[in-house]
C-alpha cells in the first residue's frame, strides 16, 4: 500500500556531502517511523537512522553519529538523510523503511521498504 523510492546516491570522495531521498506515496506519511538501513558490499543489511512520526525523536547507530542527520518533511511526505564527512565505509545500498515505532524500525521490523539507492565513497 506504500510505496517507497529513494534517489540521491551516487560517487562521491571521502569527506564530501551527500542527501539521500525517500518519497512514500502514501496518504497516511504521518503514521509511521521511518528509517534508514545500508547494506555494505559483502555484509549484512545494518540499521543507519530512524525519525519518529513527529520527527521530535531521532536515532542513529553509533557510526554515523554526529555525521548524518535524518528528518522529515510532511509536506512533501519525503524523509531526508544529509550525509556528511563521508567515510570510504559507508559505501552502501541505502533502503528507505517505514514502520511503526522506532524501536520496531531499528530492528528491521518494518512495514515498507523502498528498493535502494547506491552511494559509492572514494578514497
Known amino acids: 500500500q506504500v510505496q517507497l523510492e529513494e534517489s540521491g546516491g551516487g560517487l562521491v570522495q571521502a569527506g564530501e556531502s551527500l542527501r539521500l531521498s525517500c518519497a512514500a506515496a502514501t496518504r497516511t506519511f504521518n503514521w509511521f517511523t521511518m528509517g534508514w538501513f545500508r547494506q555494505a558490499p559483502g555484509k549484512e543489511r545494518e540499521f543507519v537512522a530512524a525519525?519518529?512520526?513527529?520527527?521530535?525523536?531521532?536515532d542513529y547507530t553509533a557510526s554515523v553519529k554526529g555525521r548524518f542527520t535524518v528528518s522529515r518533511d510532511s509536506a512533501k511526505k519525503t524523509v531526508y538523510l544529509q550525509m556528511s564527512s563521508l567515510k570510504p565505509d559507508d559505501t552502501a545500498v541505502y533502503y528507505c523503511a517505514a514502520g511503526p515505532r522506532i524501536e520496531d524500525v531499528r530492528a528491521g521490523e518494518v512495514d515498507y521498504w523502498g528498493k535502494g539507492t547506491l552511494v559509492t565513497v572514494s578514497s
Open positions: 525519525i519518529g512520526r513527529t520527527g521530535g525523536i531521532t
